[in-house]
């Protein structure tokens, strides 16, 4: 504890997390020059996309020319970045609505979707590979170890199409989509986003409870567990004053990832469940060629995704001292 | 290795990995309907000339499900083929060279890594021509960098090994020293990868393609035939699940296979080729504690 304190006095936590978030920073700016270059600069030009191969030349020169795809790349670059900061998304081609406040309530849609499947998930998860590392070998860690396996290889479309036959259709206890709209009672939207929450837990819980297991199995096995265990101390005691603090920061680095693909991997279940969140927006933005749409989802998308990874990047770097020297 | 060496799991594994090889091979004699054939009401309950019934347009599913296996498993195959001829190359040459070539092909990676792969497909296949050959490059690109950082981690534990400090003091040249030393060592790893990598991409493939990204109707494929069936669903016909489930037992077939052929190598008749190697190394599924180091999870679809 002590060398920690040195330590931190030496290298100081706000220069490492100022490090860290500009790191960040940059790979969004990386990304969002990609995402920009990646739909911009493809083969296959934005305006025959949109209008079909058939397209007369003089529609596709006024589309062009409204789509601003005269100007050289580099300053529609800027322009979009520009708006991006300001807020503004720009307008949608499809709809001509403005993108930022369908995206904002489309964002919101998912976090809330992701938050309640990780109020559920994580606690389960941290119970059961506790559980599990504490009794191993017993019929019920085998069970998990068999179920996570199996689990990591179920598509969600499979997953979630089983539990709507069986929840929905045979059972009639739930709603099979999740369509939730704005004035929405909290408990009639949770009723709602019963099927698709079960279904996200049963695509990450698995994977966070064999990681905590193994985490927790890998520290057992060190020298100062076993010295902590011959000394006298319960197991209890072991487990909170030697196993755990130890534990922590590929427990934690395992949660953040399985949030971040909770948020970000969530597309598929969306439009399982015809969930009006930020993934079934960018699906529908690609079916309808809407290209403002789909940049702005991937590029929310993404800054979501890197820092929800810088939180798990600053939370094991607080919970372990050690990893605060390693570079 | 005979037959007598198998557990019960693994004979059970290694059948349904036949039968699913056999669909691919011999789906044209297999099929007893061409797969765009309609043959009848759409979503018939099954009957003696539809075993597993009809699709959303009326086409044999049982069809369908054969011709879709032989696309989903070609496509997956080409593009892990490529990951890996790129993954391999780029990780042992970042690897084992070191320097301002290993520092520009990891923060390469780095960006790539740094939003999950389902949302870079979903952007570049948005106005790309989804055709076969585009969809294999793209999905075979994208894991490449996966493979990659394997390789790199293997190519450097390798790489402080005694016998490659010998080649090199011997004035090996690098394509010598990678295709000698380097490759037979790191083959274990890497086959259990490749099995990996193989499972990944075709959840990610039938992913996109049921989201209408991938492989374009009519042409069958399993993310494709959930798509088209999932309407039937609310009518109560689980045509969709079939896709999902072929899927699912496939890859645990392949992985029940991996981890027995892994535990085989490392049991201690057959000592592995680099000490220590086997153990610090990840094997087998997705859920070992390897992937617990940032890129774990995104994996699935991410």
Redesign the interface.
Same mark, same amino acid.
């Given at each position: 504890m002590v060398s920690a304190w040195i330590d931190a006095a030496r290298r100081p936590l706000p220069r490492l997390i100022g490090t860290r978030l500009a790191l960040s920073l940059l790979? *969004?700016l990386?990304?969002s020059m990609? %995402?920009f270059a990646?739909?911009q600069l493809?083969?296959?030009d934005?305006a025959s996309?949109i209008l079909g191969q058939s397209a007369t030349p003089a529609a596709r020169q006024q589309l062009e020319l409204r789509l601003g795809l005269d100007q050289p790349a580099l300053s529609r670059y800027l322009s979009w970045l520009g708006g991006m900061l300001r807020g503004d998304f720009g307008v949608s081609f499809s709809s001509g609505q403005p993108i930022a406040a369908a995206l904002a309530y489309r964002l919101n849609n998912t976090l809330f979707l992701a938050g309640c499947t990780a109020l559920i998930a994580v606690p389960l998860a941290l119970l059961i590979g506790l559980w599990s590392a504490l009794h191993r070998g017993s019929v019920l860690d085998r069970g998990l170890?068999a179920l996570?396996?199996?689990a990591?290889?179920?598509?969600?479309?499979?997953?979630g199409? *089983?539990l709507?036959?069986v929840f929905a %259709?045979?059972l009639g206890w739930l709603p099979?989509s999740a369509a939730v709209f704005g004035e929405m009672p909290l408990s009639t939207r949770l009723y709602f986003i019963a099927l698709p929450c079960f279904t996200l837990i049963l695509?990450?819980l698995?994977?966070m409870a064999?990681?905590t297991r193994?985490?927790l199995l890998?520290i057992q096995q060190e020298s100062y567990v076993e010295t902590a265990r011959l000394k006298g101390l319960s197991p209890w005691c072991v487990l909170r004053c030697h196993v755990l603090p130890n534990a922590w920061p590929?427990i934690i680095?395992?949660i953040m990832?399985?949030l971040?693909?909770l948020i970000?991997?969530v597309?598929?279940v969306e439009?399982?469940f015809v969930y009006p969140g930020l993934g079934q927006y960018?699906?529908d933005?690609?079916?309808k060629?809407d290209?403002p749409v789909?940049q702005a989802c991937?590029l929310v998308?993404?800054a979501v995704?890197?820092a929800l990874?810088l939180l798990a990047d600053l939370l094991s770097i607080l919970a372990n001292p050690r990893l605060r020297h390693v570079d | 290795m005979s037959i007598k060496h198998l557990t019960a799991a693994e004979l059970v594994a290694a059948a349904g990995l036949c039968l699913f090889l056999a669909c691919t091979l011999l789906a044209p004699w297999l099929a007893p309907y061409p797969p765009d054939q309609v043959v009848g009401f759409s979503w018939a309950a099954p009957s003696q000339s539809a075993w597993l019934g009809t699709d959303n347009l009326g086409r044999d599913l049982l069809s369908r499900l054969i011709w879709g296996t032989r696309i989903s498993l070609v496509v997956t195959l080409a593009a892990a083929l490529i990951a890996f001829a790129l993954g391999v190359l780029l990780g042992f040459i970042a690897g084992l060279r070191g320097g301002w070539i290993d520092q520009l092909i990891c923060r390469c990676s780095?960006?790539v890594m740094?939003?999950?792969t389902?949302?870079w497909a979903?952007?570049?296949l948005?106005?790309?021509?989804k055709t076969l050959p585009m969809i294999i490059l793209v999905l075979g690109l994208i894991e490449a960098n996966r493979v990659m950082r394997v390789a790199r981690s293997l190519a450097m534990d390798i790489s402080t090994q005694g016998f490659v400090e010998v080649a090199r003091l011997r004035g090996e040249r690098l394509r010598w020293i990678l295709w000698r030393e380097i490759f037979p060592n790191a083959l274990t790893v890497l086959l259990a990868e490749f099995a990996m990598r193989f499972?990944f991409i075709m959840?990610f493939l039938?992913?996109l393609s049921?989201?209408?990204?991938g492989i374009q109707p009519p042409t069958p494929d399993w993310?494709g035939l959930?798509?088209e069936n999932?309407d039937g669903?609310?009518f109560?016909v689980?045509a969709?699940?079939l896709?999902?489930?072929a899927?699912?037992c496939l890859?645990?077939c392949i992985?029940v296979i991996v981890d027995g052929v892994l535990s085989r190598r490392s049991t201690p008749g057959a000592r592995p080729r680099v000490p220590g190697l086997s153990a610090a190394l990840p094997v087998s599924?997705?859920?070992?504690?390897q992937?617990?180091?940032?890129e774990?999870?995104?994996e699935?679809?991410?």
């Amino acid at each position: 504890m002590v060398s920690a304190w040195i330590d931190a006095a030496r290298r100081p936590l706000p220069r490492l997390i100022g490090t860290r978030l500009a790191l960040s920073l940059l790979m *969004l700016l990386v990304v969002s020059m990609l %995402i920009f270059a990646g739909i911009q600069l493809l083969p296959g030009d934005a305006a025959s996309a949109i209008l079909g191969q058939s397209a007369t030349p003089a529609a596709r020169q006024q589309l062009e020319l409204r789509l601003g795809l005269d100007q050289p790349a580099l300053s529609r670059y800027l322009s979009w970045l520009g708006g991006m900061l300001r807020g503004d998304f720009g307008v949608s081609f499809s709809s001509g609505q403005p993108i930022a406040a369908a995206l904002a309530y489309r964002l919101n849609n998912t976090l809330f979707l992701a938050g309640c499947t990780a109020l559920i998930a994580v606690p389960l998860a941290l119970l059961i590979g506790l559980w599990s590392a504490l009794h191993r070998g017993s019929v019920l860690d085998r069970g998990l170890n068999a179920l996570t396996r199996a689990a990591v290889s179920l598509p969600e479309f499979f997953s979630g199409y *089983l539990l709507i036959l069986v929840f929905a %259709i045979w059972l009639g206890w739930l709603p099979s989509s999740a369509a939730v709209f704005g004035e929405m009672p909290l408990s009639t939207r949770l009723y709602f986003i019963a099927l698709p929450c079960f279904t996200l837990i049963l695509a990450v819980l698995g994977h966070m409870a064999n990681m905590t297991r193994a985490a927790l199995l890998a520290i057992q096995q060190e020298s100062y567990v076993e010295t902590a265990r011959l000394k006298g101390l319960s197991p209890w005691c072991v487990l909170r004053c030697h196993v755990l603090p130890n534990a922590w920061p590929p427990i934690i680095n395992v949660i953040m990832l399985n949030l971040a693909y909770l948020i970000v991997g969530v597309v598929i279940v969306e439009n399982v469940f015809v969930y009006p969140g930020l993934g079934q927006y960018m699906i529908d933005g690609i079916s309808k060629r809407d290209i403002p749409v789909i940049q702005a989802c991937g590029l929310v998308l993404a800054a979501v995704y890197i820092a929800l990874n810088l939180l798990a990047d600053l939370l094991s770097i607080l919970a372990n001292p050690r990893l605060r020297h390693v570079d | 290795m005979s037959i007598k060496h198998l557990t019960a799991a693994e004979l059970v594994a290694a059948a349904g990995l036949c039968l699913f090889l056999a669909c691919t091979l011999l789906a044209p004699w297999l099929a007893p309907y061409p797969p765009d054939q309609v043959v009848g009401f759409s979503w018939a309950a099954p009957s003696q000339s539809a075993w597993l019934g009809t699709d959303n347009l009326g086409r044999d599913l049982l069809s369908r499900l054969i011709w879709g296996t032989r696309i989903s498993l070609v496509v997956t195959l080409a593009a892990a083929l490529i990951a890996f001829a790129l993954g391999v190359l780029l990780g042992f040459i970042a690897g084992l060279r070191g320097g301002w070539i290993d520092q520009l092909i990891c923060r390469c990676s780095d960006v790539v890594m740094s939003i999950p792969t389902l949302i870079w497909a979903l952007i570049v296949l948005s106005l790309l021509p989804k055709t076969l050959p585009m969809i294999i490059l793209v999905l075979g690109l994208i894991e490449a960098n996966r493979v990659m950082r394997v390789a790199r981690s293997l190519a450097m534990d390798i790489s402080t090994q005694g016998f490659v400090e010998v080649a090199r003091l011997r004035g090996e040249r690098l394509r010598w020293i990678l295709w000698r030393e380097i490759f037979p060592n790191a083959l274990t790893v890497l086959l259990a990868e490749f099995a990996m990598r193989f499972i990944f991409i075709m959840l990610f493939l039938s992913a996109l393609s049921f989201l209408g990204l991938g492989i374009q109707p009519p042409t069958p494929d399993w993310g494709g035939l959930a798509r088209e069936n999932k309407d039937g669903i609310i009518f109560g016909v689980w045509a969709a699940l079939l896709p999902g489930l072929a899927l699912a037992c496939l890859a645990v077939c392949i992985n029940v296979i991996v981890d027995g052929v892994l535990s085989r190598r490392s049991t201690p008749g057959a000592r592995p080729r680099v000490p220590g190697l086997s153990a610090a190394l990840p094997v087998s599924s997705a859920v070992d504690v390897q992937a617990a180091d940032a890129e774990g999870v995104g994996e699935k679809n991410g």
